[in-house]
């Protein structure tokens, strides 16, 4: 369990657009319109139901631990996020016997992650994400909207301290892109994402919206790391993968 010694909530970063979208990815509002992507503010990321962090098990997702920072749409099944992850960029590691099984917030209650990859093992520095496939009150896969079928995301960067993992801290800038910088553990991981699968690989950035999650996660070390309160909803599939039955793959 990585422990979060305590909480702050931030907010204010509404009009954080420009730095998130054309700051953060490097990318121009231009740009995003012109390959379809919507850029939206608090409040509209869909559905409204949908748990912002993933938190510690025995909490009842009462103890944030990550906050969501990527929605996989379309397909998005633990079994393909497992192949992409190895497939972009070698996040292809699950920890075996050490995996802990952090929860997601949904409508119907407080559930367990379908599955997780990192890009190292779990002694080591590396890229760490899990995620959670939205489910109905039957516990079938949940689809909305023109997404289809969709799963909330925590890609992170984490190190190895005494007192086990911590995502890097706000004061460590990384630069994702040549000429592209950002801050801490969060934004790094999820930067990291939209780099391989979007822009090196044949996936989609179709929506980028402003969810507001951005508590301070002080970490065991005692570093603070955060989120802006973006998401990136990026597609699960390959367009050669087709589209499927289910809704939503116009995006494909």
Avoid at 11 to 37: E, P, Y
Avoid at 94 to 123: I, L, P, V
Wanted: net charge neutral; glycine share 14%.
């Amino acid at each position: 369990m990585r422990t979060i010694k305590k909480e702050t909530l931030r907010f204010g970063r509404q009009n954080a657009l420009i730095a998130a979208i054309a700051g953060s990815t490097g990318l121009a509002l231009g740009v995003l319109g012109h390959k379809g992507v919507q850029a939206n503010h608090v409040g509209d990321h869909v559905p409204g139901d949908v748990g912002l962090y993933s938190h510690n098990p025995g909490t009842g997702c009462s103890d944030p631990v990550d906050p969501v920072t990527v929605i996989y749409v379309g397909g998005a099944y633990a079994s393909r996020l497992n192949e992409h992850s190895a497939h972009h960029g070698g996040w292809n590691h699950t920890d075996g016997y050490f995996t802990e099984h952090q929860r997601f917030r949904d409508a119907h209650g407080c559930w367990q992650e379908d599955d997780q990859r990192a890009s190292n093992d779990f002694w080591q520095p590396r890229f760490h994400q899990r995620y959670y496939r939205h489910r109905t009150s039957s516990g079938g896969p949940r689809s909305y909207a023109q997404y289809g079928v969709f799963s909330s995301a925590t890609p992170h960067h984490e190190d190895v301290v005494g007192c086990g993992h911590a995502v890097d801290g706000m004061e460590e800038v990384f630069e994702v892109n040549p000429g592209v910088r950002v801050r801490g553990g969060f934004l790094r991981g999820r930067e990291d994402i939209l780099k391989n699968w979007v822009f090196n690989g044949s996936h989609r950035l179709v929506e980028a919206r402003f969810w507001a999650n951005t508590r301070d996660m002080i970490q065991c070390d005692d570093g603070v790391a955060r989120s802006d309160g973006w998401v990136y909803y990026i597609t699960a599939r390959h367009p050669h993968q087709g589209s499927g039955s289910g809704v939503g793959m116009k995006y494909f």
